[in-house]
């Protein structure tokens, strides 16, 4: 009798724990019922005294499926600009006024006009951003010249969704000149957390560029408009995080081949016998920051060793295999690139004041005791500190020609 009891209690049990397993997802949301954010851009308002945050959100039926140009086929995003004095504000208008739910799980760009990184301290603006538990850490963040919502507006021309083109040509640093590496919004917070200067990408227009088109569009296969391009940087200062300037191509090379971030990317000289054009491409880079310190001075040796190959050279005639034309063409490179480099120190050390190169931490790692003493005061320490260049460049390959004529 007792078996018998207790074998339907066991049964019981087991229908009451499968029809938990057979109830599905109580809080799952179909994605037709949410309004996917892919992008977002942050402007001041006219006035200055509020925000005007935009949100791009993709329209699933208009991806995909069909030529661009069908006049039948629906836009694959819409962008919605809202005023208000924070993000959290700005989502609750867009949840009462749109019948879907915001969702940022897909959260690819968030822009910041030069406008607002100037004028609002960036750890509390993007606050809400950080604490809301959909958007992801990995988003890509841009700093426009200019309102940054203007870039959610211009249509691509290969991506269906303008914030799905920006993200893609922001991470494309692999071989590009006068590009700093992707900065996340979880590298951006740990940045600000720490009270540390770091370079963003920048993003702006360049006017009236001629590009071809698809000839289905228009009929004429070129147009003249303006469109956009990521290259240099936005200088963000560590405490208030604020924009302090910014770096122009040639200055983000020099930073990033001093972070050792520069294994790729090209240098143009000029011969010193020919005054012709030759052009290095860069395969590797290895650079190492040495710190000093002697009587209370901080100074710094920035070894620099580079190898790569000619990619262009307009020198007719030469054997680019001769020792003695390839050691003068390494120092038309060497010179070039300790130009770019003391370019971008002297932008980041006087003008600037800001240590996105991160040199402090040089420091603290082979003197702890003396940074604990000086780091309240670092960034006056840096600019008067003394810095060094040795670089060191090797030409390995020719590309496919370096015959002579």
């Known amino acids: 009798m007792k078996c018998k009891v207790l074998s339907l209690l066991l049964t019981g049990f087991l229908l009451v724990f499968i029809s938990f397993g057979l109830c599905g997802c109580w809080d799952r949301i179909e994605i037709e019922d949410m309004l996917i954010i892919v992008g977002m851009a942050i402007d001041c308002s006219d006035d200055g005294n ?53 969702n940022y799980e897909h959260l690819m760009v968030i822009i910041l006009s030069d406008d607002v990184a100037r004028n609002y301290d960036l ?36 991506e269906d969704i303008p914030s799905s083109n920006i993200m893609k040509i922001s991470r494309d640093t692999k071989r590009k000149s006068g590009m700093p590496f992707v900065v996340k919004l979880g590298d951006l917070s ?20 001629q590009l071809a088109i698809d000839a289905t569009a228009t009929g004429t296969g070129y ?48 011969h010193e016998d020919t005054g012709e054009i030759v052009v290095f491409r860069i395969r590797s880079a290895k650079t190492k920051i040495k710190p000093y310190m002697s009587g209370g001075d901080v100074s710094f040796i920035i070894e620099c060793e580079m190898e790569g190959s000619i990619t262009e050279d307009w020198s007719i005639g030469v054997s680019s295999f001769d020792e003695e034309y390839i050691e003068k063409v390494e120092m038309v490179v060497k010179k070039e690139v300790e130009k770019t480099m003391h370019r971008a120190i002297n932008k980041i050390q006087k003008e600037l004041n800001t240590d996105v190169v991160d040199f402090g931490k040089k420091v603290q790692i082979k003197y702890p005791s003396a940074w604990e003493k000086i780091k309240g005061d670092w960034e006056s320490i840096f600019r008067d500190a003394d810095i060094d260049l040795k670089v060191e460049i090797n030409i390995r390959e020719f590309e496919r020609k370096g015959m002579t004529k």
Request: glycine share 10%; proline share 4%.
């Open 50 to 102: 509020s925000l005007v945050i935009t949100y791009q959100h993709v329209i699933p039926e208009g991806v995909g499926g069909g030529e661009r140009t069908t006049p039948a086929r629906k836009s694959p995003y819409a962008n919605t600009s809202l005023e208000g004095t924070s993000f959290t504000e700005t989502s609750e208008i867009l949840h009462s006024i749109k019948s879907r739910r915001p």
């Open 123 to 158: 750890y509390q603006l993007l606050n809400g951003i950080l604490r809301h538990s959909e958007v992801p850490r990995n988003a890509t963040i841009l700093v426009s010249e200019g309102k940054a919502r203007y870039f959610l507006d211009v249509e691509p021309n290969i």
């Open 223 to 270: 147009v003249k408009e303006d469109v956009y391009e990521v290259r240099g940087a936005a200088v963000i200062r560590g405490n208030p995080c604020i924009l302090a300037g910014w770096l122009d191509e040639k200055e983000t090379d020099g930073i990033n081949w001093i972070m050792e971030k520069g294994d790729s990317g090209v240098v143009q000289g000029r």
């Open 190 to 209: 740990e940045k600000m957390a720490a009270g540390k200067s770091i370079a963003v990408q920048r993003i702006a227009t360049r006017d009236s560029i």
